[in-house]
């Protein structure tokens, strides 16, 4: 008796999805609106391995073993530990660093690509995810963080998201100073100060007071411990988070400028504008910092209109180019996430939801005819035009009609025996054929209508050209000239 195989399960990891054709159609349609904005301003494409040194990405790491926490590791042959990226721009600065005397200065480039977080995975939270984004490296001005926030507003537009957002910019060199003003000195309760102003837009200032003091109580009874602040130093931060500008200090006069260079460039306050809320997580901010966010209603978990929120932003990071070299190197960036933004767009209807046009199919009818429905395929294709001979193992007309229904094909095209007498070939138009029907009711009308379907000559260049006609085809022609 032969041992039962034992079969594998077919399981997807947590915190990673597969992508389907639409899904992918539409998120590569996105990401060329948002290359155009991006090579418009003058910066071009760059990309970076997946793996890197895990002491290049510069993520504080705990002192075990194997160091993955918050990232994925593995141990090369020599013994060196490599993580997957968990974003592109400590990359960037690798290869910039690395390429220094070869790159021009400033370094404006951009990349699209995978990174990586090794954090326990939940509803719309992904261990795999897009990030775009794109940087100066090199310039130290405000004048280069002020192009970022401009760009950004230039990319939500080109996306079709005009007054749906708008770019909110502040400098960590402000948050700093009223830090400094109000006594906070220890790391840790920056952190938290920071942390809490950065929860202005979803408690309001009394929220933040709280959570600058002892600490805040949610609706559920979860208490979220606090910066431990007195209410004098409170008072200080609270001054400011309520948008009262601080003692003139470097981080304001940048702000000052990048508020000239908006104004000059027609960028009014409902597109760009500065916000004193804007805190941003990453530690290695050194100056400006800004964050896209998209300001329509959205409905919550608990069915609460919400604000969509942010779905990108970057800022100012002098110091991260510097770990590789004994010189300062200005820099500045932002990043994209690009599945929020697709959801986001979704939302507003602006992302393509249709399923890509899929292949012209060649019905295979008699099997010692493969030759001719073979050259049939090939001068569709050497037409620029999307096809396939059908492959199954079936010569059943009705299933290979459903193969290319499922495949989104835009038409058949059927060469029997009497076809082939006759000097001609059928084409189904699918398309078509499926909008006529929806006015057929009587099953035995639609078989005699035979809706969508046509002749045409037999030779190659009569098929090319009947099938390059179909609406679906010409239109697909058209965006791939």
């Known amino acids: 008796m032969t041992e039962k195989k034992k079969l594998i399960a077919p399981r997807l990891p947590r915190g990673f999805e597969d992508r389907l054709p639409a899904e992918i159609g539409a998120i590569n349609e996105m990401t060329a609106k948002i290359r155009k904005v991006y090579e418009r301003y003058g910066f071009d494409p760059v990309e970076t391995p997946l793996l890197e040194y895990t002491e290049t990405l510069g993520k504080f790491l705990p002192d075990t073993d194997r160091p993955n926490a918050g990232v994925f590791s593995l141990q090369d042959d020599d013994d060196q530990w490599m993580s997957l990226r968990y974003d592109l721009t400590a990359p960037l600065a690798r290869h910039f660093a690395e390429n220094f005397n070869d790159l021009p200065k400033p370094y404006r480039s ?249 292949p012209v199919v060649v019905l295979v009818m008699d099997k010692d005819q493969v030759a001719r429905y073979q050259a049939i395929t090939s001068a569709l294709r050497n037409a620029g035009i999307r096809a396939e001979m059908f492959m199954g193992n079936t010569k059943n007309f009705g299933k290979q009609v459903a193969y290319a229904d499922k495949r989104n094909s835009p038409a058949v095209i059927i060469e029997g025996s009497q076809e082939r007498e006759q000097g001609i070939v059928q084409i189904k138009d699918l398309i078509a054929g499926k909008e006529a029907a929806a006015a057929i009711k009587d099953n035995a009308e639609y078989k005699a209508a035979r809706p969508g379907q046509f002749e045409c000559k037999g030779d190659l260049a009569s098929i090319v050209a009947a099938i390059s006609e179909l609406p679906a085809v010409a239109n697909y022609l058209k965006d791939n000239q």
């Open 110 to 358: 951009y990349r699209a690509g995978y990174v990586f977080r090794n954090e326990k995975p939940g509803p719309g939270r992904f261990r795999q995810f897009m990030q775009f984004d794109a940087d100066t490296v090199g310039a130290a001005g405000p004048e280069a963080d002020a192009e970022m926030c401009m760009m950004m507003a230039d990319t939500m537009d080109a996306l079709g998201l005009a007054g749906k957002y708008v770019v909110k910019v502040n400098n960590r060199k402000v948050l700093d100073g009223v830090l400094a003003s109000a006594g906070v000195t220890s790391e840790e309760q920056k952190l938290t100060v920071l942390r809490a102003i950065d929860k202005l837009d979803k408690f309001g200032p009394a929220g933040v007071e709280l959570l600058l003091g002892e600490g805040r109580k949610d609706e559920s009874g979860d208490f979220t411990k606090g910066a431990g602040l007195t209410a004098e130093q409170s008072a200080i931060v609270l001054y400011y988070v309520r948008g009262q500008e601080p003692v003139d200090n470097e981080g304001v006069a940048e702000l000052r400028t990048m508020q000239a260079l908006f104004d000059a460039a027609g960028y009014g306050p409902d597109r760009i504008k500065i916000d004193p809320s804007v805190v941003r997580g990453l530690e290695y901010y050194t100056g400006p910092v800004f964050e896209i966010e998209l300001t329509f209603k959205v409905h919550n978990e608990k069915g609460q209109d919400v604000v969509f929120g942010s779905v990108g932003g970057g800022g100012r990071y002098d110091g991260l180019v510097s770990r590789f070299r004994s010189e300062p190197v200005p820099a500045t960036g932002f990043s994209i996430g690009v599945s929020r933004l697709a959801n986001a767009l979704k939302l507003t209807g602006n992302l393509g939801a249709t399923e890509p046009v899929g």
